[in-house]
């Protein structure tokens, strides 16, 4: 299972994403689980996921989101802007999965 | 066309967007922002259902209801009405959480800073709670962001430090963490109860009831930001704030949350005037002034671009739209925004900033000529274009009207760049498919020289 939360501003648009990414997973048959937190709700909850996604509305808080995440050790990336304007979850998937095979090698390799 | 479209992105990106980011990732404006959305805006909405009945917009039915109507107001007062205490806690809650601190400590700590600040020191025995009332919503809002984040900044600096009360290992964590706030608490509710003794010690007549009344922390406060609520109220005040979201947005930040998080204790303010009493109100530039009115299906008003890109001769433009369509119902426009796109599109930015700005002119002009009634009611921004303005009027069909018309201007003023728009993309697409068959092409010449030369 992996658990990953999106870090957007109202959760409104960002649902609609949230829904479209789970059914790609669905599809793909795997686990996944999705959360959209606002970025303080994300700050006292990054304990709770394995992979950290900034929508990009509140890039410019990226930053701080990113410092977080990898003091902790969690990937974070930033969801492509067209990926999230045409709310493709396959896509989104994709560097999910991307993320997730990246911090796999990082343990092999330790 | 497209090389200087990308050179004037590339500036944007390299000397814009840096400076408004300071602006919006500010910790404090995001805590008091949070705090409105999550805390303060169920009860803003919930009370608003009240006020709807209480003012009801069909005639017979207002009549039949107006010996019950200060009865039906009750549920509105105590939620609507107590929204500064309770964002006294959001405030003081939501900054814990971006510090990564325990936030229900602070969060009570702050309801209790908020109160001792807004009751007099002496006399409380001969106060009603209506007294009371105006202080614990639109025009407390100040006092209850100030004590939210004095509540968690001073209770984060006391946890650890020298001063903090040293207790045993075997204490229990959570005994443990009841004394850690003791210290902080005790001494901000000292602070604010002398401030106010000093404050309430000095009193004023209240030119509406001809009263001798004590001033408050919050009665002071709104003495001296008095002026600021009425400066905010003018139309070079919405101007602004309407350049700036749409400035903010044009790089791909969201400008509503932003402006929101310095401008909404104004609006509360003053459409909870308004929502006072409905018929005299005048108070225009408000939450509604821009959500219902001026951000047609999503910041910019990008309705009408959602039905051009359903049969844009673009692909782009036309997969965009599908996805648009729906959200754009629900004044949700984010596909819009980072798909056709408008953001760090030096094209779209002119008019997605410029047809926002031409619609609150409209709505100001509307609502100050008074042929259109002010808002009074607050709502969800989701509720679809058309029925919101009759329900942020107090049910007047002219505020559908005038949605309406404002969605005309947009589409016009869309229209010629829309148009230049897709010319660019269409032109792309027919160049990188005019590439993949010249490759084909090539491959296949190839693959037919390799056969022939065996």
């Known amino acids: 299972m992996v658990r990953v939360i999106i870090v957007c501003s109202w959760g409104m648009s960002t649902s609609l994403l949230v829904d479209s990414l789970v059914a790609a997973a669905e599809a793909a048959q795997i686990e996944l689980q999705v959360e959209a937190l606002s970025a303080g709700e994300y700050a006292a909850r990054v304990e709770e996921c394995e992979i950290v996604l900034i929508a990009p509305q509140i890039r410019h808080l990226r930053k701080s989101i990113e410092k977080l995440a990898t003091s902790l050790g969690k990937p974070v990336a930033l969801i492509e802007p067209f990926y999230y304007a045409t709310m493709n979850g396959q896509a989104v998937l994709e560097q999910v999965l991307l993320l997730v095979a990246g911090v796999q090698e990082g343990e092999e390799d330790a | 066309m497209s090389g200087v479209i990308e050179r004037s992105a590339e500036w ?5 967007v840096p400076p408004l980011s300071v602006i919006a990732s500010n910790v404090y404006l995001q805590a008091i922002r949070d705090a409105f959305i999550i805390f303060t805006l169920p009860l803003v909405l919930a009370g608003s259902l009240f006020l709807i009945v209480a003012n009801a917009p069909v005639p017979a039915l207002a009549a039949w209801l107006q010996p019950y109507q200060s009865a039906i107001l009750v549920p509105y007062d105590l939620s609507f009405g107590l929204m500064a205490l309770f964002l006294a806690f959001g405030v003081a809650y939501s900054l814990a959480q971006y510090r990564r601190t325990e936030p229900v400590q602070p969060g009570i700590l702050a309801m209790v800073l908020f109160l001792i600040a807004t009751v007099p020191v002496n006399g409380l025995e001969k106060m009603t709670v209506g007294d009371l009332l105006p202080y614990l919503g639109g025009e407390g809002l100040l006092v209850g962001i100030l004590v939210g984040i004095l509540s968690t900044e001073v209770m984060r600096l006391f946890r650890g430090s020298r001063f903090a009360i040293k207790l045993p290992k075997t204490v229990p964590s959570n005994v443990k963490r009841a004394f850690e706030a003791l210290v902080p608490a005790v001494l901000l509710i000292t602070l604010i109860w002398v401030l ?12 509406a009831t001809h009263k001798q009344t004590a001033y408050t922390i919050p009665i002071l406060l709104m003495r001296i930001f008095e002026p600021l609520v009425l400066v905010q109220d003018s139309y070079p005040a919405a101007v602004l704030e309407i350049v700036l979201m749409m400035l903010l947005w044009s790089v791909g930040i969201h400008g509503m949350n932003v402006v929101m998080a310095i401008a909404l204790p104004f609006w509360l303010s003053t459409i909870t005037a308004n929502a006072a009493d409905p018929a005299h109100a005048t108070g225009i530039v408000t939450e ?3 959500h219902i009115f001026s951000h047609l299906g999503g910041s910019g008003a990008t309705w009408p671009l959602v039905i051009y890109m359903l049969r844009s001769r673009s692909s782009q433009l036309r997969t965009v739209g599908k996805v648009a369509l729906g959200p754009a ?13 408008m953001a760090l599109n030096p094209l779209m930015m002119i008019p997605f900033i410029l047809v926002p700005v031409v619609i609150v002119t409209i709505n100001y002009l509307a609502f100050s000529l008074g042929l259109v009634h ?3 009611v607050m709502q969800p921004f989701t509720v679809p274009v058309g029925i919101s303005g009759f329900i942020a009027t107090g049910g007047d069909v002219r505020g559908s009207l005038l949605q309406a018309i404002n969605l005309v201007v947009s589409a016009l003023l869309y229209y010629p760049f829309f148009k230049a728009w897709e010319r660019v993309l269409v032109a792309r697409e027919e160049a990188t498919a005019r590439q993949e068959e010249n490759r084909a092409t090539v491959q296949a010449e190839m693959r037919i020289r390799a056969t022939v030369k065996r």
């Open chain 2, 12 to 16: 944007f990106e390299r000397y814009f």
């Open chain 2, 196 to 207: 106010e003794w000093f404050i309430s010690s000095h009193s004023f007549i209240d030119p």
């Open chain 2, 288 to 290: 509604p002034f821009f």
């Open chain 2, 329 to 341: 119902i629900f004044n949700i426009n984010e596909p819009v925004t980072f798909g056709v796109p």
């Open chain 2, 374 to 376: 002010v808002p009074v």
